[in-house]
């Protein structure tokens, strides 16, 4: 809580059997975002669930709120996760799920992540993208992300309304939503 952070890497990393996390009031950047991940790794890997994270605000960053994991067999998961009241001003990567994680896309295990997401809401969400692709959800082909909620997001690029990206997704948005949804119930 109460915290200014800038990195070269995840400003907070959130790993495997975390659970019952509360992170707020923090600046962040430089650095890469707020990342739950990266998971997967292991075969027998324990999950992340209930964590809130709120009253953030990002600042050039490569990342916003993020989940990562490995494209490998898992039985690990993600959820229950709250992300709240954050403020983006020219990041990357604004919202961003990554179920095809590969840093420097080097040695990449190109299998299909075992990492089962649901319950993530992105709530009160409002910035500046750097790109067009302002909320991504790349998910699992095998175990799809679902129940994804989106809740009074407003993400531009240029002032310009910013694109969504989504690959196995599903979930539902209420209250405004920009860029327009992706996600399919």
Known sequence: ??????TGDD???IGPSTSNLWIENVSCGPGHGISI???GWDLQEPGVQNVTVKTVTFTGTQNGVRVKTW???SNGFVKYVLFQDVVMVN???PIIIDQNYCPD????PDQ?????ISDITYQDIHGSSSTE????FDCSKQYPCNDVTLEDVNLTCNNKPAQSSCINADGKSSSFVQPNSCLYN
């Open 1 to 6: 809580m109460n915290s200014k952070i800038g």
């Open 11 to 13: 400003c907070v990393s």
């Open 37 to 39: 991940g990266s998971l």
């Open 71 to 73: 494209a490998r067999p």
């Open 91 to 93: 990041v990357e990567n």
């Open 105 to 108: 896309d080097h040695k990449c």
């Open 112 to 116: 299909v992540s075992g990492v089962k």
């Open 133 to 136: 692709i302002a909320m991504k």
